[in-house]
């Protein structure tokens, strides 16, 4: 699908957060730890859950999705051998656990996902190997058995992978004994995650230093969940206020979730209130460059750096980002050069040395602003480059033609119509 965006307008209006995506895939994926039914509040109706609910389908899930609120019941495992699926996110690999506790084996095709870099899952077979799997790695597939059941375990992560964790989690908590995750990832969507799983009867304690503590119990039930809203969408959206001078209210967006992010737009000089049903972004006057590190949470995320590049080459002067996430998330920046940007990626780390240092692809960029937008054609690589698609065109003067929009719908509701009640200009029509 290809959209078309008449820029230059600024964006004013209320708009309400969709629950978080990489928090609602995942609760999907836990639900088939128990045979009884699971609703999920403030469900999001995007491709990720469509593609993760094609998974949970094939494993013997009925799911009945209606205004907002999902029913994901899962009475028997019906196949624990999946490997034809129509289309692939990142979210199979997280089914072994389930898959293993319930049925005792379980095959799950490679993943596919967003071409942000190479995307190892050294981390996530180390865990369940350690948990009492044995996983043979196939062309296709990962293949896992359990022969003697799944036990707890002492896991330190290399790195506090958001993913990793999450696999340990699913696997550990009706797993026999105990489990203690070290380095563990701890966004506010696997505290969700954590919760909705004590709701089912797990017993999950938050340690200090990133440590998780887990009590494996031999049964889980089904439970009832309102999953948080999409920090992800609260802050594209928060730059597209401010990168268009426009005034937006965002509903449901929490401070509690976005305290790196608002000390960054107060530094840019853009304008932000709390309020106790969600946060208004707006610009105070000329915008001021920042220099940004992403992180893991609570550092500033590798999911926002797209929308604030944007943002950043309409600031005044030189601007850096470091990326320290994903290898190679810079790309969707030649497009913005397109429209006048002067944006310049590089490979070496820019203030500070990460784990990425002497490696031969770009993840720093400097960004030069301010610099005026024009309108082109652009094709999306993955879901956040697809937001700064969006944000630049909507800042820019004229028209651009953004093909992939599939991709984008990954990741946002219904995005075209809740953008057009903020006065923007897009439409939409099949790719050519
Ligand atoms: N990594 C390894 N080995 C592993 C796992 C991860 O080296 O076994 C590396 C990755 O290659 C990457 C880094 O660790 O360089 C971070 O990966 P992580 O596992 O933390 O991320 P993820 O679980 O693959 C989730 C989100 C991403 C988000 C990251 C970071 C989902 C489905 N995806 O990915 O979201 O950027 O955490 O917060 O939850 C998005 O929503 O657009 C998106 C890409």
């Known amino acids: 699908m290809r959209a078309i965006i008449k820029g230059g307008r600024s964006l004013e209006g209320s708009i309400t957060l969709a629950g978080a995506k990489n928090a609602a895939t995942k609760m999907m994926l836990a639900s088939l730890l128990t045979d009884e039914p699971c609703i999920l509040y403030n469900f999001p109706d995007i491709g990720d859950t469509e593609i993760t ?56 095709p490679i993943l ?23 996983i043979e790695v196939t062309p296709e597939s990962y293949r896992a058995s359990a022969p003697k059941g799944l036990h707890g375990a002492e896991i330190a992560f290399a790195f506090p992978s958001v993913g990793a964790t999450e696999n340990a989690l699913l696997a550990s908590v009706r797993a026999k004994g105990k489990t203690v995750l070290r380095n563990a990832a701890m966004e506010p969507e696997i505290i969700d995650l954590i919760k909705m799983l004590q709701k089912m ?12 503590y887990i009590e494996g119990v031999s049964h889980l039930h089904g439970t009832t969940h309102t999953i948080l809203p999409d920090r992800n969408e609260a802050v594209s959206f928060a730059c597209l206020a401010i990168a268009t001078n426009g005034r937006i209210f965002v509903h449901g967006a929490s401070q509690d979730h976005l305290i790196t992010f608002l000390n960054v737009i107060r530094r840019l000089g853009g304008e932000y209130e709390v309020a106790p049903e969600g946060i208004a972004f707006s610009r105070k006057g000329a915008l001021k460059p920042v220099h940004i590190e992403t992180g893991t949470h609570p550092g500033y995320m590798t999911d926002w750096q797209q929308p604030l590049t944007v943002l950043l080459t309409q600031a005044e002067g030189m601007s850096t980002i470091h990326e320290t996430i994903y290898e190679d998330r810079f790309g969707y920046t030649e497009d913005l050069n397109r429209m006048g940007a002067r944006i310049e990626p590089a490979h070496g780390c820019i203030n500070g040395i990460c784990r ?5 692809f770009n993840h720093s960029a400097k960004i030069y602003g301010s610099t005026p937008l024009s309108g082109t054609n652009m094709k999306i690589r993955d879901i956040r480059a697809g937001i700064a698609h969006v944000i630049a065109a909507l800042v820019a003067d004229g028209t651009s033609e953004i093909d992939g929009m599939e991709e984008l719908d990954r990741g946002y509701e219904k995005i075209d119509e809740r953008l057009r009640k903020l006065g923007a200009d897009i439409s939409r029509v099949k790719s050519a």
Do not use: M, Y
């Open 53 to 108: 609910a094609e998974l949970c389908k094939k494993i013997g899930s009925t799911i009945d999705l209606r205004h907002g609120t999902l029913t994901i019941h899962t009475p028997e495992i019906k196949e624990s051998r999946v490997l034809q699926l129509s289309r692939r996110n990142r979210l199979p690999i997280l089914a072994l656990g389930p898959l293993l506790i319930r049925a005792g084996e379980a095959e799950v």
């Open 112 to 134: 596919g996902g967003d071409k942000i870099g190479p995307r190892p899952v050294d981390l996530h077979i180390e865990a369940l190997k350690a948990l009492g799997a044995e």
């Open 201 to 212: 009867g797990a017993i999950i304690e938050l340690g200090s230093d990133r440590t998780i």
């Open 356 to 360: 990425f240092s002497g490696k031969t």
